[in-house]
């Protein structure tokens, strides 16, 4: 079945760093892809969408490319910052459709100042 | 602000109870989704009605069950609660497309 894979954190950088959180999923068809950001205490927001091969999604400084040849959607910022502490999820869409979001175990963020 | 509010925020209850979850989608969605956010099994999504009508079951016990109302609000009932049903319940809404919004949950706590 579908799913994905994204890697394990707690991720802890200093401010100005760089990110990359990676995420990789296995679907039939070509899935839109997202990142959806969960702040402390909050429900999921979404961050970043990419709808087909080669889109690259792209919000608040963060960008994600969608690589159908690598089954990929890497989270990147190039300089992080303390507000950017959160839990980022990758979810593909595999109809497309509006249907349910297959999410990943998620990855923690911790930024320092 | 999603525009997708929940009810309660928090719900503690013992084992063997009965509950029932409260969403109310952004105005003019049709599309509602039941997701369970645990510790141990991350984000599973449970349920997803559109306009009134089951449109997709997901990893929902039966002892769970859900329903969209006519005026587009959703309720998640949850009975015969065990501990193991302690986890943070999330709605979000669509308004058919793929971008989904998400409320700021309902933590359930189960004594």
């Known amino acids: 079945g579908d799913s994905v894979t994204q890697m394990e954190g707690p991720v802890t950088l200093s401010e100005e760093a760089f990110l990359t959180i990676n995420c990789t999923y296995t679907?039939?068809?070509?899935?839109?892809l997202f990142w959806y950001v969960q702040y402390p205490g909050e429900g999921l927001q979404l961050l970043l969408k990419?709808?087909?091969?080669?889109d690259k999604g792209s919000n608040k400084g963060f960008e994600a490319t969608y690589r159908k040849e690598t089954t990929s959607f890497h989270l990147e910022k190039g300089s992080v910052q303390v507000s950017d502490s959160a839990v980022y999820f990758c979810?593909?869409?595999?109809?497309?459709?509006?249907?349910?979001?297959?999410f990943g175990k998620g990855t923690t963020l911790s930024v320092s100042s | 602000d999603s525009g997708v509010t929940q009810t309660p925020k928090h719900l503690i209850t013992a084992t063997g109870q009965r509950v029932t979850l409260r969403c109310s989608p952004r105005?003019?969605?049709?599309?509602v989704y039941w997701y369970q956010q645990s510790l141990d099994q991350g984000l599973q999504f449970l349920i997803q009605?559109?306009?009134?009508?089951?449109?997709a079951k997901g990893n929902i016990l039966e002892r769970f069950s859900a329903q969209q109302f006519p005026d587009l609000h959703s309720e998640l009932n949850l009975s015969s609660l065990e501990l193991g049903d302690s986890a943070l319940y999330f709605c979000?809404?669509?308004?058919?497309?793929?971008?989904?919004?998400f409320g700021p949950g309902t933590r359930l706590t189960v004594l």
């Open positions: 979000a809404s669509s308004p058919g497309g793929d971008t989904q919004y």
């Open positions: 679907a039939t068809g070509y899935p839109s």
């Open positions: 990419a709808t087909k091969a080669d």
């Open positions: 979810a593909p869409d595999p109809n497309q459709a509006g249907t349910a979001l297959i």
């Open positions: 105005s003019g969605d049709l599309s």
């Open positions: 009605y559109y306009n009134g009508e089951e449109r």
